[in-house]
């Protein structure tokens, strides 16, 4: 029976979404000089809905199709990551408590409010947990054997190597003896 996640999916922004972001954009750029941290957090937002490593289409759209030029644009978002920056330390320096387990943090400084009503129209977004690593880093195992062990061993590596499956195979193998190795061992200690 499959486990149901609390996690919701993650959503591709719609054409809706994009072109209703663009219109601020194009609203905004008339008087980016006195709204510039404004702009830099929609082109950054913009900047994560279009960017995709060699097939993004954020750079065309801001400079053809926004008409902003190159350097602006990137001026603009490195703006406003400095300005998410110094926001995320002045938070972490107005903590109300000297405890690092607890995050309570005064709002109440005029600029962390505007920033957060600029950052989050809609309400800071609730973090999403980080889904759990499927899987397990390398592990290495540590055999003992004589030198002419060894040298078999070795002999022998270089005829599987090339063979993927039986090393898959024999890895089984290997680790199912590993693990009733080290059951048996618990077993024992526990009694």
């Known amino acids: 029976m499959p486990i149901a996640t ?8 719609t054409e809706q979404e994009i072109e209703e972001l663009k219109d601020e954009i194009r609203e905004l750029l008339s008087s980016y000089q006195t709204r510039r941290l404004e702009l830099g957090m929609k082109l950054l ?3 994560g809905m279009l960017a995709d ?3 993004g289409t954020f750079t065309k759209v801001a400079v053809e199709e926004l008409k902003i030029p190159h350097s602006t644009v ?11 920056e110094r926001v995320q330390f002045e938070l972490s320096e107005n903590r109300t408590t000297g405890d690092d ?18 950052a989050y129209p809609e309400g ?12 397990a880093r390398p592990s290495y195992l540590h055999f003992v054997f004589t030198r002419n062990t060894r040298i078999e061993v070795a ?15 024999l890895s089984k193998k ?8 080290a059951a048996k061992i618990k077993k024992t200690s526990d009694k």
């Not at 996690?7 to 922004?13: I, R």
């Not at 990137?74 to 998410?84: N, S």
């Not at 002999?155 to 195979?169: D, I, Y």
């Open 6 to 13: 609390a996690e919701p999916e993650v959503k591709a922004p």
């Open 45 to 47: 937002q913009l900047q």
């Open 53 to 55: 490593h060699d097939k």
């Open 74 to 84: 990137y001026d603009l978002i490195a703006f406003a990551k400095a300005e998410i």
């Open 101 to 118: 387990t607890v995050m309570d943090v005064d709002f109440s400084g005029p600029g962390l409010a505007k920033f957060l009503r600029i």
């Open 124 to 135: 800071v977004p609730k973090r999403k947990p980080k889904p759990p690593n499927p899987y």
């Open 155 to 169: 002999a022998a590596w270089k005829v599987l190597k090339p063979h993927k499956t039986v090393l898959k195979a």
């Open 174 to 181: 290997i680790a199912k003896e590993v693990i009733d190795a």
